[in-house]
């Protein structure tokens, strides 16, 4: 178990072995610890409270409950650095919390300073818990002093008034301000008369103060939340230029209220003032408020106001009052009204002197009382209780956050008019509250109050009484620099209760409480910067003072004033700590933690330690008496106080310590640093604690050996003078008890520093995990790695870890030193000794593994007897007492040394400093060598043996190889020795290896191996032997294939069954000499079985081969490289893999997995050889109609065939008998399918099979798809030629044959020989026809064309010369050939009507034996037959054409244009007529008819005149011109031009009668000019006439 978890697991009031008596926890660790469990409640209770219930984290709560387990588990070891500090400290921080949790607001002072310690750190004996002072006026409250405050959490207040006189002056500066004045008379009222109702004094008897207290801690804890430091409203506000942190708002604020709180001018102490004052004004009317409450109120008013430090603006506006009291000088001056009331008071309206710097912001807390204020409150309770409906709002409840409800909160700015705006930060529905938190202003501007009363402002104020509104405006016109608030809900019987009306008051009045609050902050952090620049103003002369160029002077003064040097600087360097501090104090307040921490840090800053350590010097070089200071601490030293955190007694120190601080300051630092860690702590930095307790631990290290030295310096000057002239036997006598005495002083330092990084190791443990967890087996034996293999740290673990890392390394150094110390001179540190650069043990002879085993036997070494000798050194009783028991002798350093290393290795592994574990834990497997622990060792070394390969030291690396090897052949481990020993032959080793020990590391590798220890386990791939497997052989080819069970890919080479491979096995030896192997053998594993065993156990076993190759014995290799070859013959194919090479050296196997190797992982993918097996099928083709003889004919070739069959499928129209088949049974013996067994057969030999087949007549139709065939299919199962040879030799495992499968086929003439694959014809003069053929030969063998022929139907027909394909004849033609033919027709009409038959190309085809072949081949000329028939339809139309002429392209309008019509009536005689060369009319009957032919004008832009109708007589000619005239009747391009019809004039027969058939029409296709221009009329001549004239 590690010392970490230890420390505080031991039983409560034993210490360990040696102690005589056990040690109180230091205040220190207290301190630590204290604070980071409360950081730990926090973080486990939602950041709550430092003072709630005491709830462990995961990392304490285990350490607590090892206390209950430690002691009852038999077999854990007792850790040497245990001790009953970390009960004693769990048990003080319970006690603590107890008293935080039922103490309340009882003084703490006084008690045990630890516990005091605790509480500081747990938060609550702090400025932080106890928040910010409030002052409490309070009339009502018959008492003239008294101090109460409350807590956070709720505390009974007595209904008793306090006592008077408790904590309070008789004579105070609020003495007579509790407005009783019966004694005194009012101007305005009859001495006759009956006194009003409130001169009777009845209200002293309320008691305003108590409620106020009790309700204010009840019902809100005393708290205010959600404080805004910024002010939104007052841009002039500077409060944030004193935030270096720059802080938005404070969450919770703790708040005290105090009963006449006196003032305190010392600025040290500014921090215990209030920072706002509360006046509770009980007022029944108007007189009553002028005749007591004003006066009363002024004299309050004036004397805060005259004392506190305000603004540039507040200055200017300030009140009536203080203006008064600053011209008081003036003599003669008539007194004001405010100045004759205060002096019937018996007041003087100027600054008092006990009010010093008392702060200025205040609130009046208006109470009403009476008639009044009764019938008010009534009316608001019926309201709120009604429901809150109604009207203007309704009851209290109906208010809404903003103008229409919230609390009665009017304050005068004026910087802003409107002084009832919303508050966005007040966001229930029931309150609302003004925005102006931030500082007042004084004005005195009208209009603030006309406002005022202009508008009732919202809230309770609204629904009081005329009299009640009216005393609230008075006290916001008479007091516009204050805060006016009703709480008339402070007169209810019972203040635990909340009703709507309380609420809404009680907000608004916490709203004002926080602005004011914020203000009086403000005003006070001024006020500090004022005194804190003033003082800083001195610091100059006061550095010189201290500085080099001065100490002599300085020296000379004190000898002047017999030792007490004269203070005329002008600089108190102690007031100027302690106003700092205060600022400090206040900020803390304020739960700034971060802004109070910048003052200490700006503290060091200005004075550093060295300076302190300097006063310190001087202090006691003036023989200054502690004497004083003892008695004012109550026997504590000055030195507990600072480090337990007691500012109240230490700074009572301070002052009485001088102006320089020489008294304390060596205890400064100390202080300075408690105060940093508690205000770190409520800052939630864990981290920045620990880096601020290492700094402080090293600087204070360091300055107590400066301060050591120094003393020793001032002491033996002393004694040398006093010595003078004595002999040489006193001087060293005197010189060697000096010595003695300096040592003895280290030597505390050296233990106190020891200690207290182990205090700051064992405190952060509350809150980090800094202690493995307990991984003790059964055995004994820790599993460091499972340890070191926990969660993760985090980012801030990390950190934390990496400062105690620091730390504990820093520990180590000083306990190595105090062994020094302790030791002398003479003699050696056995941690020294043990961590040389050589060890004892390595300068002793060599011996061989042989001659060790007979020395050692059969019993295993045991740990050396150290000689046990007390050691001669003695502490003092505040050294923890595992310090002490370190030093009993050399046994207990070296037991704590060895566990201090092993935290501070945990630690830095989880600092990820694993550089600085390893070295360490290098030491303390030397110091566990040097013990003579060898097991302990090596498991140390074994562990971190790999640190420095990671980092490739290879030489540091052999060393710890080295190490690790001298342990174990001393504990006897045969197993782990050779591991070792094939680790340290790397081959990044074997250049920084020492021949000599190379050479002895081999003669014990070679013993080793002969022990039958070292057979049994499956010795994995050590370095010192290097393997890398390649195929020699060609191969088919190369892929890869990835492996995902091992996220690797497989490298394939492609061979076949047969092939004849060779693997090549390189062996890199790293041996200095040659060794003689047993045996190498290479495992072939298949793939399948491969990814079993990885996805198994992951090791390939022989089980798991499919074939080992392996070389036979003797085997040398050689150092360097080696080449070795493995032959192999595969006869089955599958995919396998070089899994795993197998080396056998003598009794030990060592296995090199493929798998494990970073090189890459190679395997074979065997095909089934080629088969050389072939058939032949005859004939070629089958004759349709036809019975054939088949002819089958297998051929095994080389191959060695054990069986198969031959499998004949016959298509539809085919058919097949098996062979012999009787012919008898011929007919019934036809199937579609036939089987046939084909025996084994050996290589070479020929199988015939014949049988016969019958084919139907081939179908018609040119579809591809309608084939007759036959296929033979031949599947054989065979085996390589070499199988039997390589069978023989009984190394080749049994195997399957490989399968073949060949086919061959033979085709029907279904088709024809030729078929047609296109045809098509087209006109290529005006009555000729080119038809073209292109034929697809299907013949399995060449024909010849012999002869052809083309029949075509009507209208064509071929012409004599039109046969184009003369060069066809005698030409052969092979399958697939294509045939073009080509012939010329002509168009003949020698019968109209159209032919049923179709085109016919017959063609005779040859073969080679003289047989003929008709092949009558249709051919599809449908096409042009169409077009054909069309042309004759399209012929029997009759058309012409027109070409218009013009002789002019422009003209202008109503100038005639001539034209020429150009007719063309040739097209008017039908194709056909003119094919038979006959002129017939259309009809068939009588003359040609005569055309008629009109010009028309219509839709064109012309007038036409001339001949514009006629007859033409087409037996002259076919061409006709026809002239006329055209008028434009517009300007402009004209394109329109006028139209010409034709047609037939009626027919008359031989009688001279109508022809009764009907003309048929004429098209004319007419073609006219693009365009004509038409210009306008230059002048025309017209004559006006009236529209009804009649025409004449």
């Known amino acids: 178990m590690s010392p970490a978890a230890n420390i505080i697991t031991d039983d409560e009031g034993q210490g360990s072995k040696g102690s005589s008596s056990s040690s109180s926890p230091s205040l220190l660790r207290i301190c630590l610890s204290a604070g980071f469990v409360s950081q730990s409640s926090d973080a486990t209770n939602g950041n709550a409270a430092p003072t709630s219930s005491y709830s462990a984290s995961p990392h304490r709560r285990r350490s607590i409950d090892s206390t209950t387990s430690s002691s009852s588990s038999p077999k854990r070891k007792k850790s040497v650095m245990s001790s009953d500090e970390g009960s004693k400290t769990l048990t003080l921080i319970r006690t603590a919390q107890g008293i935080a949790r039922s103490s ?68 105070g500066l609020f003495k007579t301000l509790r407005g009783d004045l019966s004694d005194n008379k009012s101007s305005s009222s009859d001495a006759n008369s009956n006194p009003p109702s409130w001169e009777s004094n009845t209200q ?39 935030l270096r942190t720059k802080p938005q708002s404070v969450p919770k604020l703790p708040v005290k209220l105090k009963l006449q709180q006196q003032p305190i001018s010392t600025a040290e102490q500014w921090h215990d003032n209030p920072y706002c004052h509360i006046y509770i004004a009980c007022c029944e009317n108007v007189d009553h408020y002028r005749a007591k409450v004003r006066p009363a109120v002024r004299a309050f008013v004036n004397q805060i106001e005259g004392s506190g430090i305000m603004s540039q603006e507040n200055v200017e506006l300030a009140s009536p009052t203080s203006a008064a009291s600053s011209g008081g000088k003036e003599k003669g001056k008539k007194k004001t009204a405010n100045e004759k009331a205060l002096a019937k008071l018996g007041h003087v309206a100027s600054k008092s002197s006990e009010a010093g710097n008392f702060g200025s912001r205040y609130i009046i807390v208006f109470v009403p009382v009476g008639s009044g204020a009764s019938s008010s409150g009534g009316g608001a309770s019926s309201n709120a209780s009604g429901g809150g409906g109604g009207n203007a709002g309704g009851g209290f409840g109906g208010f809404r956050a903003g103008k229409k409800g919230g609390g009665v909160i009017v304050e005068n700015n004026k910087h802003n008019n409107n002084n009832m705006d919303d508050n966005a930060s007040a966001a229930t529905t029931t309150t609302s509250s003004s925005t102006h938190d931030g500082t007042s202003s004084n004005n005195h501007s009208q209009h603030n109050a006309n406002a005022a009363a202009a508008a009732y402002p919202p809230g309770p104020i609204a629904h009081s009484s005329k009299e009640v509104k009216e005393l609230y405006h008075k006290f916001l016109k008479d007091f516009p620099n204050g805060r006016t608030v009703i709480l008339g809900t402070l007169l209810d019987a019972d203040v635990s209760t909340i009703s709507p009306l309380k609420n809404q008051e009680w907000k608004a009045f916490l709203h004002n409480l926080g602005g004011a609050v914020v203000d009086g902050f403000g005003d006070r952090v001024r006020r500090y910067d004022e005194e804190l620049r003033r003082l800083d103003s001195k610091r100059a002369a006061f550095v010189r003072k201290f500085s080099g160029e001065h100490s002599k002077m300085m020296v000379a003064d004190k000898k002047k004033t017999n030792g007490h040097l004269e203070e005329d600087s002008g600089f108190d360097l102690s007031h100027f700590f302690l106003v700092k501090e205060s600022l400090a104090f206040t900020y803390e307040q304020m739960q700034l933690p971060g802004e109070a921490k910048l003052q200490y840090e700006e503290l060091n800053a200005f004075l550093p330690e060295e300076a302190w350590r300097q006063l310190a010097q001087q202090a006691s070089a003036g023989g200054e008496d502690d004497g004083e200071e003892g008695n004012n601490t109550a026997m504590m030293s000055p030195s507990d106080l600072a480090m337990a955190g007691d500012w109240e007694r230490f700074r009572k120190l301070i002052k009485s310590s001088g102006r320089d601080l020489r008294g304390v300051s060596s205890f400064v630092p100390q202080y300075m640093y408690s105060r940093e860690v508690r205000l770190l702590f ?42 003078g002239m004595s002999s040489s036997e006193h001087i060293l006598a005197a010189q060697s008890e000096m010595k003695q005495d300096r040592l003895k002083k280290e030597a505390e330092i050296e233990a106190w520093a020891l200690s207290s990084c182990w205090d700051v190791k064992c405190a952060a443990e509350h809150y980090f995990t800094l202690s493995p967890p307990d991984t003790t087996s059964e055995g004994g034996k820790k599993d460091d ?276 491979l060779r693997f090549s096995l390189s062996i890199n030896s790293h041996l200095p000499r ?68 197998e080396i056998q050296w003598k009794e030990a196997s060592f296995f090199y997995d493929s798998a494990l190797l970073r090189k890459p992982l190679v395997g074979l993918d065997i095909q089934p050889s080629e088969p050389t097996q072939t058939i032949e099928l005859n004939p070629l083709f089958l004759i349709p109609g036809h019975v054939q003889n088949v002819r089958l004919v297998f051929h095994s070739g080389s191959d060695i065939i054990t069986g198969g069959a031959v499998t004949l499928i016959c298509s539809e129209g085919l058919q097949v008998v098996p062979p012999k088949t009787d012919q ?149 033609i092979p399958e697939g050939d294509m045939l073009l033919f080509g012939f010329k027709c002509l168009r003949a009409d020698d019968s109209d009507d159209p032919s049923s038959e179709r085109p016919i190309l017959r063609v005779v085809l040859q073969d080679d034996f003289g047989k003929t072949f008709l092949q009558v081949l249709p051919l599809n000329l449908d096409d042009i037959y169409k077009q054909l028939r069309k042309e004759d339809e399209y012929a029997e139309l009759h058309n012409a054409t027109a070409e218009l002429v013009c002789s002019i392209k422009e003209g202008s309008v109503g100038h005639p244009v001539p034209f020429v019509y150009n007719l063309n009536l040739q097209s008017l005689i039908s194709p056909k007529a003119r094919r038979s060369n006959m002129s017939v009319s259309v009809a068939s009957e009588g003359p040609r008819p005569t055309v008629l032919y009109t010009i028309i004008s219509e839709g064109s832009d012309w007038i ?15 061409i006709v011109s026809i002239p006329f005239r055209g008028i434009p009747t517009r300007s402009g391009l004209l394109r329109h031009f006028p139209e010409i019809i034709i047609e037939y004039l009626p027919i008359t027969t031989l009688s001279g009668s109508l022809s009764s058939s009907l003309t048929p029409p004429i098209t004319v296709l007419t073609k006219t000019p693009e365009r004509f221009k038409s210009l306008a009329f230059t002048n025309s001549l017209s004559l006006a006439v009236p529209q009804d004239l009649e025409e004449f």
């Open 785 to 1060: 790695d499972t340890a070191m293999a926990a969660a993760a740290p985090t980012v801030k673990g990390q950190d934390a870890a990496r400062c105690i890392a620091e730390l504990l390394e820093f520990a180590i150094l000083r306990l190595i030193r105090l062994g020094d110390l302790a030791l002398g001179e003479e003699k050696v540190n056995p941690i020294r000794r043990a961590t040389s650069e050589r060890p004892a043990d390595t300068l002793k002879p060599w011996v061989p593994w042989k001659e060790l085993r007979k020395q050692r036997g059969s019993m295993s070494p045991e740990r050396k007897k150290n000689i046990i000798e007390a050691w001669t050194i003695n502490f003092s009783p505040d050294v923890s007492s595992w310090v002490r028991n370190a030093f009993s002798n050399s046994s207990t350093y070296e037991d704590t040394y060895l566990e201090l290393a092993k935290a501070a290795v945990y630690i830095n592994r989880r600092a990820g400093r694993f550089r600085f574990a390893s070295r360490l834990e290098d030491h303390r497997a030397e110091v566990l060598i040097s013990r003579g622990e060898y097991n302990l060792a090596a498991d140390v070394l074994s562990n971190n043996v790999g640190a420095c390969a990671r980092d490739q030291w290879n030489r540091a690396h052999y060393w710890r190889i080295f190490r690790l090897a001298c342990c174990q052949r001393v504990s006897g481990d045969v197993l782990a020795y050779l591991e070792t020993l094939t680790q340290s032959f790397n081959p990044r080793l074997s250049s920084v290896a020492p021949k000599k020990t190379a050479s002895l590391f081999q003669n014990d590798l070679e013993a080793l191996i002969t022990d039958a220890a070292v057979a049994e386990p499956r010795w994995g791939a050590f370095p010192f032997l290097e393997t890398e497997l390649s195929i020699e052989s060609e191969t088919a080819g190369k892929s890869s294939q990835p492996l995902p069970f091992l996220r690797r890919k497989l490298s394939k080479y492609l061979t076949y069954v047969g092939d004849e």
């Open 1504 to 1518: 036409v005149s001339g001949k514009v109708q006629g007859l033409i007589d087409s037996k002259r000619s076919d």
């Open 104 to 171: 309340g607001a009882a003084p703490v002072s006084g008690k045990d300073p630890k516990i005091l310690a605790a509480l500081s750190a747990l938060g609550h004996w702090s400025h932080s818990h106890n928040g910010v002072t409030v002052n409490v006026i309070d009339p009502t409250t018959q008492s003239t002093g008294g101090i109460t405050y409350n807590q956070a959490s709720p505390v009974a207040v007595p209904a008793t008034p306090p006592q008077s006189g408790v904590g309070v002056a008789a004579g």
């Open 1074 to 1141: 040659a060794i003689s192997v047993n045996g190498i053998r290479l495992y072939l594993v298949t793939l399948a079985s491969y990814e079993q065993v990885y996805r198994g156990n992951g090791t390939v076993s022989e089980e798991d081969a499919f074939r080992i190759l392996s070389i036979d014995a003797p085997i040398t290799i050689e150092p360097g490289k080696n080449q070795f070859s493995f032959p192999w013959q595969p006869m089955t194919y599958n995919v396998y893999v070089l899994a795993t090479v």
């Open 1224 to 1372: 008898s049974k011929l007919e019934e013996a036809w199937r579609d399918e036939c089987v046939i067994p084909l025996d084994a057969c050996e290589p070479g030999k020929k199988i015939v099979i014949t049988t016969l087949v019958k084919s139907t007549s081939s179908r018609n139709g040119n579809n591809a798809d309608d084939v007759q065939e036959m296929m033979a299919k031949v599947e054989t199962s065979y085996r390589h030629k070499s199988y039997d040879s390589v069978m023989e030799k009984g190394e080749e495992p049994d195997s399957n044959p490989m399968k073949t499968l060949l086919e061959a086929m033979v085709t029907t003439l279904d088709r024809p020989a030729l078929a047609v694959d296109g045809s098509e014809a087209f006109v290529f003069d005006e009555d000729r026809v080119m038809v073209n053929v292109s034929l697809h030969c299907n013949t399995p063998v060449p024909f010849f064309v012999k002869e052809w022929n083309l029949d075509l139907p009507s209208p064509l027909v071929v012409e004599e010369d039109g046969d184009l394909n003369k060069g066809m004849f005698q030409h052969a």
């Open 682 to 723: 409520q800052m939630g930095s864990p981290v920045d604690v620990l880096n601020r307790s290492k700094e402080f631990l090293v600087k204070e290290y360091r300055s107590k050996l400066l301060d050591v030295a120094a003393d020793f310096g001032q002491r033996w000057k002393k004694e040398i003078e006093r010595i």
């Open 204 to 242: 002293q008897k309320l008691n305003l103060y108590s409620k106020l207290s009790s309700t204010f801690s009840e019902l809100y804890s005393s708290t205010l939340h959600s404080i805004n430091l910024h002010n939104k409203t007052n841009s002039k506000s500077n409060i944030p230029l004193f």
